[in-house]
Each structure stands twice: as C-alpha cells, then as structure tokens.
Nanobody, 119 residues
Framework: QVQLVESGGGLVQPGGSLRLSCAAS????????MGWYRQAPGKQRELVAS???????IYAGSAKGRFTISRDNAKNTVYLQMNSLKPEDTAVYYC?????????????WGQGTQVTVSS
C-alpha cells in the first residue's frame, strides 16, 4: 500500500520559516519524481516545487528564492524548506509522487498539511 505522509505544517508569522516533510512508503522512492503542490481556499491546486529522481528542481515563480525542495532517498523523504513566508503562502500543501521518465505507474498524493501564515 502506497502512503505519502506530510508533516511540518502549522501556524507561522509572516517572515517565518517552516520545513515540510513527506515520507513515502510502498514505492521505490528513488525512481519517482516528487513534488509539492498547494491549494488555497477557492483556488486551484498549483505546483510549488518539484524534484526529479536525479535531483533536478523546478520552482514556481512565487517560491523562487524563498523555498527549497530536497530529497533524501535513504529516508524515502522529500522536504520543502520555506523561508520568508507570506500570508499568501497560506494553503494546504500536498506531496505528489510521479514515476520518473521511462517508469510506468500511477502518481500518488498525500493527504495534505495546512500551512497558515498570519500575525
């Protein structure tokens, strides 16, 4: 059974930092591209950052310079370090696992973790 379990969300003041973690089980983590998405109330889910199985990263414009995605294949975990948080970063953050190029199979989603940026 595949599980993606996010953690690390919470309430933080503007300018603060949080580190999200997503622990994967039931997949061969090293052959999956991993991504962090977010969905704010009334808005569509959007990509925040992604990291391929080989370590290449992509960031949304709103995340560049403030967020850093990383992965630890030994721990089957992907991280999202978020700095200089703004109220507009408030959303539910979801972890996604997608088979890397040349690998067949479905993608998976975690249950989400709430991030609230407010004073």
């Amino acid at each position: 059974q595949v599980q993606l379990v996010e953690s690390g969300g919470g309430l933080v003041q503007p300018g603060g930092s949080l580190r999200l973690s997503c622990a994967a089980s039931g997949i061969i983590f090293s052959v999956y591209d991993m991504g962090w998405y977010r969905q704010a109330p009334g808005k569509q889910r959007e990509l925040v950052a992604s990291i391929t199985s080989s370590g290449s990263t992509i960031y949304a414009g709103s995340a560049k310079g403030r967020f850093t995605i990383s992965r630890d294949n030994a721990k089957n975990t992907v991280y999202l370090q978020m700095n200089s948080l703004k109220p507009e970063d408030t959303a539910v953050y979801y972890c996604n696992a997608r088979p890397s190029s040349g690998v067949r199979g479905p993608s998976y989603w975690g249950q989400g973790t709430q991030v609230t940026v407010s004073s």
